[in-house]
C-alpha cells in the first residue's frame, strides 16, 4: 500500500472546529454514494440518511439533545442522521459501515467529520416524532448514529496514541 | 475526489471464494494498523482482534459455527474475529468502524474480504471457553464480528443494485 494510500486512515479524525460554509453539493452526494456501496447483511441495505443542512434544524437538535446549541454538532453546517429498519438484521452494523463510507469519503475531499453518538436520543424519542417526520424520516426506522459535517477550521489533529497489544496471532 | 479514490467503495465487494495461499504478513499487519485508527467513543478503543490462520482452527471454528466445514469462511487463508470490551462505551460501533478500516486496507493491497456474523455465535458461547481462550482473547471481552481474508480467486463480482430513494435532504 503506497503512503498516499495509507494516509487516509491516519487523516481521517474526528474535526470539532468547523467553517461555517456549506459542503458543496458535489462533495455531499459523493458521500452519500459512497454510504449506498457499504456492505450490510444478506445485503438488505436497510438504511435511511437524512442530510440536515437548514440551520435552525440544526441548531433545535443540538438544544433537544444537551440544551447547548454549539454542542454536540460543533456548529457543523451539515449533520447527516443514519437509520436502520426496525427489522434490520443488523441494524448497529450495517450504517456503522455505512457511516465509515462517508467518513472517508469526506476525507477525501478535505471534509472532516464527527460521529455524534446523541443525536438518537433525540430521533428515537417519541416526544419528538414530529421532528423525525419533518426530517423526511420513514415510519419504523430506528436512529444508529450520526455524522457533523464540514470543512475542518484550523485543526488538522495527529492521532492520539493507539493502544498496543490488541492483537493475537494464531499460526 | 478522483476516480483512482472513489473506485475504493466499489472494488470492496464481499468475496466468497479464496486461493489458498496465505496473505503477507505485510498485508496482515498493515490492516491491523488500519483497524487500531478507526474512531471510537471518547477513543476508548476498548477492541481486540484474534488473527486466525491456523487451518485446524477455522475448521474447527466453522465447524461448530455451522457445522460444515467450508462455511462459513469459505476457505479463506485468514479469518479475524474482532472483540470488545464488555464495559465499552460502544462496542458495535467501535468494532464495526475498526472492520471497515480493515476492509479497505485489504482493498488497498488487492486482498478480499467477507464479513462472516456467525463467528459470534461461537466465541460468545460459554461451551467454547477453552477455544476463545487459546486464541488468546482476554476475559471480559464479547465478539462482536469478523472477517473472512485472503486473495479473491476468480472473483470480481459488481455491486448488485443500489436501493435508491434512501435520503432526505432538509436545507
Known amino acids: ?41 444478506m445485503n438488505e441495505q436497510a438504511w435511511f440518511f437524512t442530510v440536515i443542512q437548514k440551520e435552525e434544524v440544526i441548531q433545535e437538535l443540538a438544544l433537544l439533545a444537551t440544551g447547548i446549541e454549539e454542542a454536540p454538532y460543533y456548529n457543523a453546517p451539515t449533520v447527516i442522521a443514519c437509520f436502520a429498519a426496525d427489522d434490520a438484521i443488523a441494524p448497529v452494523e450495517d450504517c456503522t459501515l455505512a457511516i465509515a463510507n462517508m467518513m472517508y469519503a469526506a476525507v477525501l475531499n478535505d471534509l472532516g467529520t464527527c460521529w455524534i453518538h446523541s443525536t438518537k436520543e433525540v430521533f428515537n424519542n417519541p416526544k419528538y416524532a414530529k421532528l423525525k417526520k419533518a426530517c423526511g424520516v420513514p415510519d419504523g426506522y430506528t436512529c444508529i448514529g450520526s455524522l457533523a459535517v464540514g470543512y475542518p477550521r484550523n ?7 493507539r493502544k498496543q497489544n490488541v492483537f493475537s496471532i494464531i499460526r
Chains 1, 2 share one sequence.
Open 1 to 41: 500500500m503506497d503512503d498516499l494510500r495509507k494516509a487516509i486512515f491516519e487523516t481521517r479524525r474526528s474535526i470539532r472546529s468547523f467553517e461555517p460554509r456549506q459542503i458543496s453539493n458535489v462533495d455531499l452526494h459523493e458521500m452519500l454514494e459512497a454510504a449506498q456501496l457499504a456492505a450490510s447483511a
Open 155 to 161: 485543526e488538522s489533529p495527529k492521532p492520539e496514541s
